[in-house]
């Protein structure tokens, strides 16, 4: 019986400690590139859209913690929603470059949380480091994003700070 003890112990001991103490962000960005219908299931998935269905990559090649910062401002398209620009720490604006020079005239969709908010158009190479999902982006998941990065122009300092004051008068 302590044999079975110890070993159970030991095992949740073990299950624990690939934990990491992490939580998990609460937020999720992705940006997929657009894929052909030749593609296997394994690698796309399908989606409608207004110009009708489009196969997108599984794998995103920008995701939440390829972003170093934010800033929000109301869309034109949609008054309760926001457009957003975000800014890429250099690993990921070198995917982007690289993205958008491999798949010119194809499409980048951009899924929050895993719904499909907004889709970008490549017409050209990207050469920086900010792209912007120009509608979809709702309040609820700006300020879940507000947690996670700072906003453009903002130190890490002065981001923590605000963050202080804005949790201590919710």
């Not at 095992?11 to 400690?17: A, K, T, Y």
């Not at 196969?55 to 109301?74: G, L, W």
Request: one cysteine or more; proline letters at 4%; a positive charge.
């Amino acid at each position: 019986m302590r044999l079975f003890l110890l070993l159970a112990l030991s095992l949740i001991g073990l299950q624990l400690s690939y934990a990491g103490g992490k939580k998990p962000a609460p937020i999720s960005i992705t940006f997929h590139t657009e894929a052909t219908n030749l593609e296997s299931k394994k690698l796309s998935f399908e989606i409608d859209t207004p110009k009708g269905k489009r196969y997108m990559s599984k794998t995103p090649f920008i995701m939440t913690s390829d972003i170093a910062a934010y800033h929000a401002t109301p869309s034109e398209q949609d008054p309760e929603f926001y457009k957003v620009s975000f800014q890429l720490k250099r690993a990921g604006a070198s995917r982007l470059r690289a993205v958008s020079g491999q798949y010119a005239g194809k499409w980048i969709m951009c899924a929050i949380n895993g719904r499909v908010v907004d889709m970008l158009y490549i017409d050209r190479q990207v050469d920086g480091r900010v792209i912007t999902v120009w509608r979809g982006v709702d309040q609820t998941m700006l300020s879940a994003l507000n947690q996670l990065v700072p906003r453009m122009g903002e130190s890490e300092k002065a981001w923590k700070t605000r963050l202080k004051y804005e949790n201590k008068n919710q």
